[in-house]
């Protein structure tokens, strides 16, 4: 028997009312998500994709008990996110960022201790516990300056370190390194692998495609509230159309030709952009027949023709499946 998912949800839903208008008498209701079914396997990188305002946070706050559905269930390692919320907060860790939520006039050390109380970290453990979690963010040699002195990735760490701090089997991670320099989202990927080992399951939202593509076992993609898919790396890109990526650049397409490159075999899928008076089609390909000889043969008018082959990167996946939704 395999084990009980970390996440299961069932059709989750979310909706917000605001008010608008001159006297505010207005009120618009915006569905951020539509129906989500979500399973996380125990000890798992989860990543979830998706444009500015697909409902990312609102489902991570949804998981961590900051917000309760309007419709749906959902269950975080066996519990009930709304029934059982005081009984699933010990076992979850959040870490949302942002300039909210930590103590500016006091230090880092101080800020955890406070979050160490409120967590129920035993007392006698309280002191090693938040000078391991300072440590392990790298936070250790300002731990003793004001947060209000802190730049923003220096705060990100501080809320990576609260969330770890009562050593939580599931932690809810939204765009973590937002913010960061490159040498420490380095580090806070190293962290986030590490606490894997040590068998913490992870579910974390990002907008770098090459972020998830290092960290997640497997990925959703979340368009305007729905999931649009969910699978590896891999299965993405066998679902958008082929691993390999043919780009083909050249001057003054006429319809006929653009037709016949789409109809090449194996071709999955065709983009095009232009820049100035060039052309670029972007191709997937599905088979490793289609060779660039083979794109120049039958474009035998162009010889000006420059072609390109890459792998299909999470980020044409993501464009694709997002482009896709849009359409
Ligand atoms: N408290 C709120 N009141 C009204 N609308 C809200 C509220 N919170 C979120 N929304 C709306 O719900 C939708 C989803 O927002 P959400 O913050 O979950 O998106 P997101 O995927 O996290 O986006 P981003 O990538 O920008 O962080 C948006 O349309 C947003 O405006
Ligand atoms: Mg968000």
């Given at each position: 028997?395999?084990?009980?998912?970390?996440?299961?949800?069932?059709?989750?839903?979310?909706?917000?009312?605001?008010?608008?208008?001159?006297?505010?008498?207005?009120?618009?209701?915006?569905?951020?998500?539509?129906?989500?079914?979500?399973?996380?396997?125990?000890?798992?990188?989860?990543?979830?994709?998706?444009?500015?305002?697909?409902?990312?946070?609102?489902?991570?706050?949804?998981?961590?008990?900051?917000?309760?559905?309007?419709?749906?269930?959902?269950?975080?390692?066996?519990?009930?996110?709304?029934?059982?919320?005081?009984?699933?907060?010990?076992?979850?860790?959040?870490?949302?960022?942002?300039?909210?939520?930590?103590?500016?006039?006091?230090?880092?050390?101080?800020?955890?201790?406070?979050?160490?109380?409120?967590?129920?970290?035993?007392?006698?453990?309280?002191?090693?516990?938040?000078?391991?979690?300072?440590e392990r963010v790298g936070?250790?040699?300002?731990?003793?300056?004001?947060?209000?002195?802190?730049?923003?990735?220096?705060?990100?760490?501080?809320?990576?370190?609260?969330?770890?701090?009562?050593?939580?089997?599931?932690?809810?991670?939204?765009?973590?390194?937002?913010?960061?320099?490159?040498?420490?989202?380095?580090?806070?990927?190293?962290?986030?692998?590490?606490?894997?080992?040590?068998?913490?399951?992870?579910?974390?939202?990002?907008?770098?495609?090459?972020?998830?593509?290092?960290?997640?076992?497997?990925?959703?993609?979340?368009?305007?509230?729905?999931?649009?898919?969910?699978?590896?790396?891999?299965?993405?890109?066998?679902?958008?159309?082929?691993?390999?990526?043919?780009?083909?650049?050249?001057?003054?397409?006429?319809?006929?030709?653009?037709?016949?490159?789409?109809?090449?075999?194996g071709v999955s899928r065709?983009?095009?952009?232009?820049?100035?008076?060039?052309?670029?089609?972007?191709?997937?390909?599905r088979t490793t027949e289609?060779?660039?000889?083979?794109?120049?043969?039958?474009?035998?008018?162009?010889?000006?023709?420059?072609?390109?082959?890459?792998?299909?990167?999470?980020?044409?996946?993501?464009?694709?499946?997002?482009?896709?939704?849009?359409?």
């Open positions: 028997m395999s084990p009980s998912p970390a996440i299961r949800t069932r059709n989750i839903r979310r909706a917000f009312e605001s008010r608008k208008g001159f006297l505010f008498n207005e009120v618009v209701r915006t569905e951020a998500l539509k129906g989500v079914d979500l399973e996380v396997d125990p000890g798992e990188i989860f990543g979830l994709l998706g444009p500015n305002g697909a409902g990312k946070t609102t489902l991570t706050k949804i998981l961590s008990t900051l917000l309760i559905p309007t419709e749906g269930t959902a269950e975080v390692l066996g519990l009930d996110v709304v029934r059982d919320a005081a009984r699933l907060r010990p076992q979850i860790g959040l870490v949302l960022g942002g300039e909210r939520g930590l103590y500016n006039r006091v230090n880092a050390r101080e800020n955890l201790r406070y979050f160490a109380d409120l967590y129920g970290v035993p007392t006698a453990e309280r002191s090693r516990r938040i000078e391991e979690v300072l936070l250790a040699d300002a731990a003793d300056r004001r947060v209000e002195e802190y730049s923003r990735g220096m705060k990100q760490k501080l809320h990576i370190a609260r969330g770890i701090l009562h050593r939580p089997v599931m932690l809810f991670l939204d765009e973590p390194t937002i913010g960061l320099d490159p040498k420490s989202a380095r580090e806070t990927r190293k962290l986030v692998r590490s606490l894997v080992a040590d068998g913490v399951t992870i579910f974390l939202t990002t907008h770098y495609m090459f972020e998830a593509e290092e960290l997640c076992q497997r990925i959703a993609v979340l368009s305007r509230g729905r999931i649009v898919a969910k699978d590896t790396v891999q299965g993405l890109r066998r679902l958008v159309g082929g691993d390999r990526t043919l780009e083909v650049e050249g001057y003054g397409f006429e319809d006929a030709e653009v037709n016949a490159l789409r109809q090449l075999p065709l983009k095009y952009e232009e820049f100035g008076p060039r052309t670029r089609y972007t191709l997937r390909v289609l060779t660039p000889p083979a794109i120049q043969a039958s474009l035998s008018g162009h010889p000006e023709l420059a072609i390109r082959e890459r792998r299909t990167s999470l980020e044409d996946i993501y464009l694709d499946l997002v482009e896709e939704e849009a359409a």
